[in-house]
């Protein structure tokens, strides 16, 4: 049920378009120029700020915080796009505490039949997704201990303001484990070239602001073991959403990018706009874990609580029935669904809603667009919602 004429995209001038990406346009970009020097970082590793987590103690508990921060904003804003934390964990009895939970829900899910990481082939990495909640379940005391950490939250205010949210994925990366393809990251980056385009120009340099990616090293990472390769400065090209799966910005990446050594206890932030991918694990005996932060801006949630399930259900027979009479257009049909129904596929249970194409799942709207296409009797769509709406959720049983 397309409700676009097949020239919508064609016949704008303030969307970005995959046709549009110039590599040289990319390359002056990443060497523009215009940040600050770092005052604070320690050293750069090929531009990259190192911080030493250890010198900067009074700082970050002083009035000077905010110089701090700051620098963090304009190097994920103008610099790098990067930075790394040495020592962000000074004491790492809790990384090794936490580490040992995340094993033992490893091993309890695969006896479940979990799949794992559906982003590599299988065997290659383990995933543990939603971590944040079921280490807070199984450790709670494990848990205050490694969220007492304060350079986590100052990392998270840099970029987000307060009011935050934290959610985390464990990703273990075993020896032989391939590389990730470059990418972006959440919220544009999750999406198909041809549904990132569908956005106007400034929500593209909206969606940066709204999430802050980082990760935890819960083993010694040397580059031999594939830490994340970074393109420094890549994410001050705008049109970067609907150029990354371009054959010859990739190559451009493999040949450019950088990787950084990570030892027990590190962090690393970057914006989910840098041009990023986790790399191959070449070694013979590393079992590479990171605690993946995705955490996310207060500024992202609607003001009001919607009951949209609901709404759904009650609407369904009436759009179904106007629809079979044609009494209503599908142009109107769009409308009304798009008024009601849950039009994002986010946030949802990654267990239990895995994407069925690309990088996210059907969403509410989209299923109710279906459903009404197919024709589906209405006790079958309160079915599905009702399916639906447990996949987004964290309850042991479904409605």
Request: a negative charge.
């Amino acid at each position: 049920m397309d409700h676009q004429p097949e020239n919508y995209l064609a016949e704008r001038t303030n969307w970005y378009r995959e046709s549009d990406c110039n590599l040289r346009d990319f390359t002056t970009a990443l060497i523009a120029g215009g940040e600050r020097a770092p005052r604070y970082a320690a050293n750069s590793i090929q531009g990259i700020p190192v911080y030493e987590c250890l010198d900067l103690e009074q700082v970050v508990l002083s009035a000077e915080r905010a110089e701090l921060l700051a620098e963090w904003a304009d190097v994920l804003t103008n610099g790098a796009g990067v930075f790394v934390l040495k020592h962000a964990f000074a004491d790492t009895g809790c990384v090794d505490e936490a580490t040992a939970v995340f094993e033992s829900i490893i091993a309890d899910e695969k006896k479940s039949g979990s799949k794992g990481d559906h982003f590599a082939k299988a065997g290659a990495n383990d995933r543990i997704w939603n971590a944040q909640e079921k280490l807070c379940v199984a450790a709670p005391e494990v848990f205050t201990r490694y969220f007492s950490n304060r350079w986590l939250p100052a990392a998270a205010e840099a970029w987000l303001g307060p009011c935050f949210q934290v959610t985390s994925q464990i990703n273990v990366v075993r020896p032989g484990g391939q590389a990730q393809q470059a990418h972006r990251d959440y919220h544009l980056g999750f999406q198909t070239a041809e549904v990132a385009a569908s956005f106007p120009a400034h929500v593209h340099q909206m969606s940066a602001f709204l999430t802050l990616q980082g990760a935890v090293a819960h083993s010694d990472m040397p580059v031999e073991s594939g830490p994340t390769k970074l393109l420094p400065y890549s994410q001050r090209y705008a049109r970067g959403y609907v150029a990354w799966r371009r054959a010859e910005f990739r190559e451009y990446f493999e040949a450019n990018f950088v990787q950084v050594a990570l030892a027990k206890g590190d962090a690393i932030f970057f914006s989910p706009a840098l041009f990023h991918a986790a790399g191959s694990n070449r070694t013979s005996d590393v079992q590479r874990m990171a605690n993946l932060l995705q955490i996310s801006s207060a500024y992202g949630r609607a003001m009001e609580v919607v009951n949209r399930t609901r709404m759904s259900e009650i609407l369904y027979p009436v759009l179904r029935d106007r629809l079979m009479a044609g009494n209503i257009t599908e142009l109107e049909v769009w409308s009304v669904v798009a008024s009601c129904a849950e039009g994002y596929s986010f946030p949802t249970n990654l267990d239990r809603d895995p994407p069925a194409n690309g990088l996210a799942p059907e969403s509410q709207s989209q299923m109710m667009l279906r459903a009404l296409s197919e024709g589906w009797e209405p006790a079958e769509f309160a079915r599905a919602l009702a399916r639906h709406a447990w996949r987004h959720g964290t309850d042991a049983v479904p409605n």
